[in-house]
T-cell receptor, first 113, second 115 residues
């Protein structure tokens, strides 16, 4: 049973526009959420995270929003750039998981020039 | 130089063969992890180690074993490889700071094909 779900396998966005990647979770124990970005032939790299005590975290063009009541988080990229084209993984953890991450299946973002 | 390295980067082997994937890190982290990625399935945890004397099974440990030779080295073995172990394998490390805020750093991956 998937605890972290990324229901959109792919997303295509025009350069300069906003990209919104979504993630839903089922385990109410999760208290820390992360986004990783993965380019082909490379390992995932950490992008941004958010603690469950917050509902928003910003880092430059990247913002993560957390809606705990809906068990939903989203990653906003504004403005989108062709170099943002990658697979984005949502991940979650909680204290009881000893820091182990549960990953979603990923969303492939394509930013077209 | 990369902080987390994996060898080999690509490997083709035959069913029944023993194979070892190696991971080394220069980040000085205590925690190390092995994941596999299959198309459409995201990353799944195979084994993890919180220090040299601590080894734990992850979600999909059957058919795999690991060895933590030193703080910087964590190896994954397939004792008798089978075709459904064909996947992309990633090693990761983290510096434990808080149970809920541990960020993991990944190696470049090993693409394993079992014929």
């Amino acid at each position: 049973d998937q605890q972290v779900k990324q229901n959109s396998p792919s997303l295509s966005v025009q350069e300069g526009r906003i990209s919104i990647l979504n993630c839903d979770y089922t385990n109410s124990m999760f208290d820390y959420f992360l986004w990783y970005k993965k380019y082909p032939a490379e390992g995932p790299t950490f992008l941004i995270s958010i603690s469950s005590i917050k509902d928003k975290n910003e880092d430059g063009r990247f913002t993560v929003f957390l809606n705990k009541s809906a068990k939903h988080l989203s990653l906003h990229i504004v403005p989108s750039q062709p170099g943002d084209s990658a697979v984005y993984f949502c991940a979650a953890s909680y204290g009881g998981s000893q820091g182990n991450l549960i990953f979603g299946k990923g969303t492939k973002l394509s930013v077209k020039p | 130089d990369a902080d987390v390295t994996q060898t080999p980067r690509n490997r083709i082997t035959k069913t029944g063969k023993r194979i070892m994937l190696e991971c080394s890190q220069t980040k000085g982290h205590d925690r190390m992890y092995w994941y596999r990625q299959d198309p459409g399935l995201g990353l799944r945890l195979i084994y993890y180690s919180f220090d040299v004397k601590d080894i734990n099974k992850g979600e999909i440990s059957d058919g795999y074993s690991v060895s933590r030779q030193a703080q910087a080295k964590f190896s994954l073995s397939l004792e008798s490889a089978i075709p459904n172990q064909t996947a992309l394998y990633f090693c990761a490390t983290s510096e434990y700071s808080h149970p809920a805020t541990d960020t993991q750093y990944f190696g470049p991956g090993t693409r394993l094909t079992v014929l």
